[in-house]
């Protein structure tokens, strides 16, 4: 099932092109507001899923594209995201430590949405295109083993990156958790929808131009590890997010007007726009494309407040 929420937080259901409002068939689900009412329909899956099915079965729905699409996970408790969990195409010898950070909730956007480049100064602003999982049931120490018994299901994510942003503070915090650096979406695909989540091609398309093309086989820590770990730090709850880490090669900027769509097989298109109103430029080279021109670092900045000067 593909869930969503549309116009102003009605639940809906995709069925082809449409969307069907199945909001009334969770009304008794107690909650405050839409990030906590998909966080109870998640944690009470067996109880509401027959009647979120016969509600979409019995309508006809709008189409998808005459609605204003919003996160599909607008609150979750912990948005947790692994750090170098890929293999870099095999160019890696060995998997990194396995890691990972925390991104703040309220940096969580949606399909259609822009995301706001700040004004400071920062190396580079990348974003990295994942595949995230979302958690079905509370999982506290769980072995990986039984780890995939708690996933719900799968999202498109994008980590929104500040590059070197820490020399305001030397805080990784600075880099990551910048309002708006998060979108998801633009529907969540529960986990029987999706035959093997380690199998998933993952485009990302800056002004319709490719830029990462990898697949999720080339994770270093499998999901079941990732969430074996993160569990034994903290407890995951139901609708929280794991985004599962990048293939970096293909990582470049993002700049004002641009826009960019990220498609991770199965689950969707997410799109977004990107804005800066200093108006920041760099050359539109990947880190791959550098690499192969013998150059070092970040892409540098071209133009704009915060530019390198001669």
């Not at 067996?46 to 509600?55: I, K, N, T």
Request: with cysteine; proline share 6%.
């Amino acid at each position: 099932m593909k869930l969503m929420y549309f116009n102003d937080f009605r639940l809906g259901v995709l069925k082809g092109d449409n969307v069907v409002d199945v909001t009334t068939a969770v009304q008794n689900i107690p909650h405050t507001g839409p990030g906590n009412l998909i966080n109870g329909v998640i944690e009470r899956w067996a109880d509401v899923r027959g009647a979120l099915e016969r509600a979409a079965a019995s309508g006809s729905g709008l189409p998808v594209s005459q609605v204003k699409i919003r996160p599909p996970l607008p609150k979750p408790v912990n948005v947790d995201c692994m750090a170098v969990n890929y293999m870099e195409d095999g160019t890696r010898k060995e998997p990194a430590p396995i890691n990972a950070f925390h991104k703040s909730p309220g940096c969580i956007i949606g399909h259609g949405d822009t995301m706001v480049m700040p004004d400071i100064p920062i190396s580079i602003l990348e974003g990295e295109a994942e595949m995230a999982v979302v958690i079905g049931k509370r999982a506290r120490n769980v072995p990986a083993a039984k780890a995939m018994e708690h996933v719900f299901g799968y999202v498109n994510f994008i980590d929104g990156s500040a590059r070197d942003a820490t020399k305001l503070g030397n805080s990784f915090y600075q880099v990551k958790s910048r309002d708006t650096f998060a979108p998801i979406g633009p529907y969540l695909v529960t986990a029987d929808e999706i035959k093997d989540p380690l199998r998933l091609q993952v485009r990302l398309w800056v002004n319709g131009v490719i830029k990462q093309n990898y697949n999720t086989s080339d994770m270093a820590h499998k999901i079941d590890r990732c969430i074996e770990w993160i569990s034994g730090i903290h407890d995951l709850e139901p609708g929280d997010i794991l985004a599962t880490g990048t293939n970096h090669r293909g990582l470049s900027s993002f700049q004002d007007g641009d826009t960019v769509d990220l498609e991770v097989e199965g689950l969707g298109r997410l799109t977004i726009r990107v804005r800066d109103d200093l108006k920041r430029t760099w050359a539109r080279e990947t880190r791959l494309e550098r690499e192969q021109k013998g150059l070092k670092g970040y892409t540098p900045q071209l133009s704009g407040k915060y530019a390198p000067t001669a």
